[in-house]
């Protein structure tokens, strides 16, 4: 029974990969000719190095939490099996909106910042209630998967996940978004939370 949840995760792992990457992937090229992926550039921030970094370990990590307790080498923590479920079903529920929020972006969706590219500002749909709903998604994915499979390398990953957005978002994307949007964005800035509706606004970090 335990081996279970394990399973469990190492599945939605899998969907998450192909919806997320591969399947948006291929939609971006049919729509733009270019597949949208763009690695840590040459004279990248210290800080963009950090999240990239720690945004792939904590991948590796989550990835791994599954496999080390079929394996025995993570032991699993005890968890209310009902949280254990609500966590499975906040997971599903997160890959599948984190897709979602992939395709509201449309011809601008990409991963990682490219400074010479120039995209339309999304502010429509989930956009409208908070500036990063694919963070967001990423985020109730990962703690979803951290109750499901409940050790301590699955909490790890969750932990290093969130550090990792934080980082990306504060240090990356908001400076490249200002610089390339101006006003429009400083605007959207002031009326849109940045991870929950309300939080995270210009006025309300003022």
């Not at 992939?102 to 601008?108: D, E, F, K, T, V």
């Amino acid at each position: 029974m335990d081996r279970l949840p394990a399973i469990a995760a190492l599945v939605l792992w899998a969907a998450w990969g192909v919806l997320t990457l591969g399947f948006r992937v291929a939609i971006h090229v049919k729509e733009t000719g270019t597949t949208g992926l763009h690695g840590i550039r040459a004279g990248a921030s210290a800080s963009e190095w950090a999240a990239g970094i720690l945004i792939v370990a904590a991948t590796v990590a989550g990835i791994a939490a599954p496999i080390l307790q079929l394996t025995g080498v993570a032991p699993l923590l005890w968890v209310n099996p009902i949280v254990r479920v609500a966590g499975g079903i906040g997971a599903l529920i997160g890959v599948a909106a984190t897709f979602g929020a992939q395709i509201a972006m449309g011809r601008s969706w990409r991963i990682g910042v490219d400074p010479g590219e120039r995209t339309d500002l999304v502010t429509e749909g989930p956009f409208a209630v908070v500036r990063n709903p694919i963070f967001t998604t990423m985020i109730v994915t990962m703690v979803g998967l951290a109750l499901l499979v409940a050790n301590g390398v699955a909490a790890a990953a969750a932990v290093g996940m969130f550090v990792a957005i934080e980082l990306q978002v504060r240090s990356v994307e908001e400076p490249y978004l200002t610089e390339v949007h101006g006003d429009a964005y400083l605007g959207y800035l002031t009326r849109v939370g940045r991870f929950v509706p309300g939080l995270g606004t210009r006025r309300s970090e003022a």
